[in-house]
């Protein structure tokens, strides 16, 4: 089955900076990929996601980039602020018929400092 | 629509006792994702049904662990007996139809076991 690896486990930047998460994925059928932020004590919630027929896709400060051939694809936060503070979850897909699974990564968490 | 909605929020429980965890997904959806969250092993995907009919339940960790969707409105996750390690965070999560790919989670059941 799919297996997501994620980096790195910790992340600390400072407000202003940019920040930068990697996941590998090893099913070659996986097809969607989401991104999810999830503040303390309240559920994951999608920020931004791509599909396997796209290469990258920018939304504001946020931005995610992947390479099908390598099996790995990465979240871009620009001009971080204290508010992007979170853990950090990719996932794979792989979704058509019946099949649907999606496999989360351990998760990042984000520390913005003022 | 309210979103996925689950039951209870918390729920505290002696070793051995059977816990039910129930979930209603969004109308609609097609698939619905039970998972299950510490800080140890992340998000890890224990079940996942679509049309009602468990498609992959590979994650379920023992047999003490067994869910059901008898309908498109409700799912259940139960553990008989409960066990101290199965402490934790329990997502359900639907996809599908009119949400397309992305997954919406609902609130989450916080789990302990003394």
């Known amino acids: 089955g799919e297996n997501v690896e994620q980096h790195p486990s910790t992340l600390s930047v400072q407000e202003g900076d940019s920040a930068v998460i990697k996941c590998t994925y090893s099913d070659s059928a996986s097809n969607y990929f989401p991104w999810y932020k999830q503040e303390l004590g309240k559920r994951p919630q999608l920020i931004i996601d791509i599909r396997s027929n796209v290469g990258e896709k920018k939304d504001q400060r946020i931005a995610v980039t992947l390479n099908k051939t390598a099996k790995h694809f990465s979240l871009h936060i620009t001009e971080t602020q204290p508010e992007d503070s979170a853990v950090y979850f990719c996932?794979?897909?792989?979704?058509?018929?019946?099949?649907?699974?999606?496999?989360f990564g351990k998760g990042t968490k984000l520390s913005v400092k003022p | 629509d309210a979103g996925v909605i689950q039951s209870p929020r918390h729920e505290v429980t002696e070793m051995g006792q059977e816990v039910t965890l129930r979930c209603k997904p969004i109308s609609g959806h097609d698939y619905l994702f039970w998972y299950r969250q510490t800080m140890m092993r992340g998000l890890e995907l224990l079940i996942y049904f679509n049309n009602n009919v468990p498609i992959d339940d590979s994650g379920m960790p023992e047999d003490r662990f067994s869910a059901k969707m008898p309908n498109a409105s409700f799912s259940t996750l139960k553990i008989q007996p409960s066990e101290p390690r199965d402490s934790a965070v329990y997502f359900c999560?639907?996809?599908?139809?009119?949400?397309?790919?992305?997954?919406?989670f609902g609130q989450g059941t916080r789990l302990t076991v003394v």
């Open positions: 999560a639907s996809s599908g139809q009119r949400g397309g790919t992305e997954a919406f």
């Open positions: 996932a794979a897909r792989t979704y058509g018929g019946s099949q649907g699974n999606l496999i």
